[in-house]
T-cell receptor
Framework: SQTIHQWPATLVQPVGSPLSLECTVE??????LYWYRQAAGRGLQLLFY??????ISSEVPQNLSASRPQDRQFILSSKKLLLSDSGFYLC????????????FGPGTRLTVL | DAKTTQPPSMDCAEGRAANLPCNHS???????VYWYRQIHSQGPQYIIH???NNETNEMASLIITEDRKSSTLILPHATLRDTAVYYC???????????????FGSGTQLTVLP
């Protein structure tokens, strides 16, 4: 069966510090991968998605970046965090076949102080 | 994606069936109905989806009306752990090799009472 991992689970970082969040998927190959952010009490905002290694599409301009160095690994990064980067970061995967069900990871709660 | 309308909140007694309605009167022929839920402080969890026919899996049943303008998610024996926000989403599948955002509305807060 497929599983998705995210780490760390929680993170507190000062403004201006770098960020690296990691997501890995097991049990499937060539998945679509997604990074979402959920602000407190609000809906999901798609940040990046990837349909293959090295292929990254950005949905929202910001100081974040994403990379996909391996088929089942997706990394969200920032060189300098802003207060507004605080939120709940979710990684998801899907296999674009007959349907497009997205499966989410447990999330990383980031607080920027 | 077609707009969906859900009641903001519902209560259900533990052990009873929870029936969560969703209205999607503008749904088009190639749009699927998806249900997800989000337990507080956790990632969203996929529950079930369907196109025209009723569907059942180990978590729930999905009943879609014949005109496809509404649907009902049924949790047959609700437990306290089913307390969550439930989202009904209507969307087309992206073309092969592409991806699309999953957009959640406000959903229904289901509270299962002991």
């Amino acid at each position: 069966s497929q599983t998705i991992h995210q780490w760390p689970a929680t993170l507190v970082q000062p403004v201006g510090s770098p960020l690296s969040l990691e997501c890995t998927v097991e049990g499937t190959s060539n998945p679509n991968l997604y990074w979402y952010r959920q602000a407190a009490g609000r809906g999901l905002q798609l940040l990046f998605y990837s349909v293959g290694i090295g292929q990254i599409s950005s949905e929202v301009p910001q100081n974040l970046s994403a990379s996909r160095p391996q088929d089942r690994q997706f990394i969200l990064s920032s060189k300098k965090l802003l207060l507004s980067d605080s939120g709940f970061y979710l990684c998801a995967w899907s296999v674009s076949q007959r349907t497009d069900t997205q499966y989410f990871g447990p999330g990383t709660r980031l607080t920027v102080l | 994606d077609a707009k969906t309308t859900q009641p903001p909140s519902m209560d259900c007694a533990e052990g009873r069936a929870a029936n969560l309605p969703c209205n999607h009167s503008t749904i088009s022929g190639n749009e699927y109905v998806y249900w997800y839920r989000q337990i507080h402080s956790q990632g969203p969890q996929y529950i079930i989806h369907g196109l025209k026919n009723n569907e059942t899996n180990e978590m729930a049943s999905l009943i879609i009306t014949e005109d496809r303008k509404s649907s009902t998610l049924i949790l047959p024996h609700a437990t306290l752990r089913d307390t969550a926000v439930y989202y009904c989403i209507v969307r087309v599948n992206p073309p092969g090799g592409s991806a699309r955002q999953l957009t959640f509305g406000s959903g229904t807060q289901l509270t299962v009472l002991p």
